[in-house]
């Protein structure tokens, strides 16, 4: 029989393994992120499209930092996202100050295992699965959790973030 092979452990991985949060791990072929990466992945996986979701970091008007995870065909709803984070208003991080500020890249960005913790709001959609994918820290890698242990674990609050 031959030996399934081993998925490197990210950040994000590690940090859930100490916050006793059980995941499981899915490779899939990066592809062109332009074309819906998230959404392939849940067909890939055999997964409800909806219960995967996507991390955006936003900044406010005074430099602080909200991360919003939402479904992959959704769309962030800015005004909604900045009540909920008691923010005057929120607008997306450049590209380029992603990696830098998170340690993640575009594509591979999670909430879990950021350089540091910010806020978060998980799109209270997410409440109605019982496991939600989420980006595994690297492009090409998702993660199924719990999202109730996912928000326990970050400290991240449940919220209508979408339009």
Do not use: W
Request: charged fraction near 30%; charge should be negative.
């Amino acid at each position: 029989m031959p030996r399934r092979e081993r998925i490197a452990k990210t950040n994000a991985m590690r940090e859930l393994e100490r916050g006793g949060v059980a995941y499981t791990a899915h490779e899939h072929e990066e592809g062109d992120l332009s074309r819906g990466l998230g959404l392939r992945m849940a067909e890939e996986a055999g997964e409800d499209p909806a219960s995967q979701f996507k991390t955006l970091v936003c900044v406010a008007p005074n430099g602080d930092h909200v991360v919003c995870c939402l479904p992959v065909g959704e769309e962030l709803d800015f005004k909604k996202a900045a009540a909920a984070a008691g923010e005057k208003a929120l607008s997306m991080l450049p590209t380029r100050e992603l990696e830098p500020l998170t340690g993640y890249v575009r594509g591979g960005c999670t909430s879990v295992g950021m350089r540091r913790r910010f806020p978060t709001l998980i799109d209270e959609t997410a409440q109605l699965f019982d496991r939600i994918g989420i980006s595994g820290g690297r492009r090409g890698l998702g993660l199924r959790v719990n999202p109730e242990e996912l928000a326990a674990l970050i400290g991240a609050t449940f919220a209508d973030i979408c339009r």
